[in-house]
Every structure is written in structure tokens, then in C-alpha cells.
């Protein structure tokens, strides 16, 4: 079975002190999930936060590396030192990063490699825009993505992965896919997983859903045989609106 996750993304919010004060009031309200929980947060954010979550139910995330191990590449940071801080996770491949940093699937590969190499389980995310929804691409759109920069790994590797679907014309809209839309799509990356790796493979794979996922629709996205998740962005800045979506999972 594909163990359950909530992953927050903080993305470009909060300055050091209340990311503190948010991952402190964050260990207060989420005790005993019934799923994993982890918290994806800004580089500067990691060392400090994971002091406040180590021996807690939430686990620790960035929200990328650099494609290189080390070196002169002045404002980057490498795998290594993400995991450094007490990070056990990374976010890769997210939308926002393709479109605004021109990530390609190569530079994306080496990402997952790096990330993978340093001990990292990664968070990979894929998904259409609206105009590939709108022209019925999506599912050669999410084939390809992970063709182009996990499909290569070995099945030791893979179970590291965390798949994350996220509708980019969901992203922030407030248009949120339906469940049955979102389900349509997470059975057919299992079965892509399935292909390449195995059908045992694809049903330990955990593949959450990230389009404006929130508390009042989480119930009905969560029953659906396919989706092992979220991955939350907007909901997770503040501790009440994350903890509706992991209790969810209740």
C-alpha cells in the first residue's frame, strides 16, 4: 500500500521568525496523524525548523537543490546541504520552477539524481496547463515529464519517489480539478509507473494530488482509490487550514 503523506509548500512566504513560529505552532496541533506529514520550507528556514520538528510527526522538506554537487555557483545550494540541515525531503520539478526557471527534464534529472545520491526522498512534480487540459494532452504531458527525468532510475531508487500530481490550471486559481478528474489521472500514473516498474511498484507508490487543495475538499479527493495525498500550498501557512486537510486522513 502507498503510504498516505500531507506536504506542505510554503513556497516564497514567511520570513525566518514566523516560519519558526509556525513550525512550532504546527508540532502543537498535529500529534498523531494518520499520515505523513511534511513540511516543505525556504532554504534559510531548514536548520532552524528542523531543530523544532526532530522527534515529532512532522518531517522536513526544501522546496528544490541545485543541479550541481558543489562549486562556483554563487546563490545555489546543493543537495548535500539540504541534507544537511536535518531535510529529508525535496520538492523537484515544480511547475513554478519549469515555468519561471526554465527547468528543463535534463537539468531536472540530474536534480533527482543529486537529491537521490545525498539521501534525499523526492517529491516529484508533474502536470498540465490549462491549454494542454483544454486539448486533452494531459496524460502524454505527465508521461512525458516522467519519462524525461525519473523513469531512468532503478526500482531501489524509485522508492524514494513521491509522485505529485498538480493541475497547473488549478495552481493558486482557485479552480480545483473535480476528485473524479484528479482520480481519472492518478490511476493513469499508476499505470505508467505500472509499465515501467511493476504493478507492485506502482501500488506502494505514494502519488499525491496538488491543485488548491484545502480542507473542504480534501475528504472527497482523499477517498479516491488513486490519490495518497496532498501537497499543499496556500493551506499550509496557517496551522488550522494544514491540520483540516490532515485530519482528512481520520
Known amino acids: 500500500m502507498a503510504k498516505k503523506i500531507v506536504a506542505g509548500n510554503w513556497k516564497m512566504n514567511k520570513n525566518l521568525q514566523e516560519g519558526v513560529a509556525l513550525a512550532k ?37 526544501a522546496e528544490n537543490c541545485a543541479d550541481k554537487a558543489s562549486g562556483a555557483y554563487t546563490g545555489e545550494v546543493s543537495a548535500e ?26 537539468i531536472l ?17 508533474i502536470g498540465e496547463s490549462l491549454a494542454e487540459r483544454e486539448a486533452n494532452k494531459q496524460n502524454e504531458v505527465v508521461k512525458a515529464e516522467l519519462a524525461g527525468s525519473v523513469f531512468h532510475l532503478t526500482a531501489e531508487q524509485w522508492k524514494n519517489i513521491v509522485i505529485a500530481y498538480e493541475p497547473i490550471w488549478a495552481i493558486g486559481t482557485g479552480k480545483t480539478a473535480t476528485a473524479e478528474q484528479a482520480e481519472e489521472i492518478h490511476a493513469y500514473i499508476r499505470s505508467c509507473v505500472a509499465e515501467v516498474y511493476g504493478a507492485e511498484v506502482a501500488a ?8 488548491s487543495c484545502k480542507a473542504s475538499n480534501a475528504p472527497e479527493l482523499f477517498a479516491k482509490p488513486d490519490i495518497d495525498g496532498g501537497l499543499i500550498g496556500g493551506a499550509s501557512l496557517k496551522a488550522a487550514d494544514f491540520k483540516g486537510i ?3 486522513w481520520g
Open 25 to 61: 505552532e504546527l508540532t502543537e496541533v498535529v500529534k498523531n496523524p494518520n499520515c505523513g506529514v511534511i513540511i516543505c520550507t525556504p532554504f534559510i528556514h531548514l536548520a532552524s525548523v528542523a531543530e523544532i520538528v526532530k522527534g515529532t510527526a512532522i518531517e522536513l522538506g
Open 81 to 106: 546541504m539540504v541534507k544537511s540541515t536535518g531535510a529529508e525531503y525535496v520538492i523537484l520539478g515544480h511547475s513554478e520552477r519549469r515555468e519561471y526557471y526554465n527547468e528543463t527534464p535534463e
Open 109 to 125: 534529472k540530474e536534480k533527482v539524481e543529486l537529491a537521490l545520491a545525498n539521501g534525499l526522498k523526492v517529491i516529484f512534480c
Open 204 to 211: 506502494d507508490t505514494t502519488i499525491l494530488y496538488g491543485g
Open 246 to 248: 490532515i485530519d482528512a
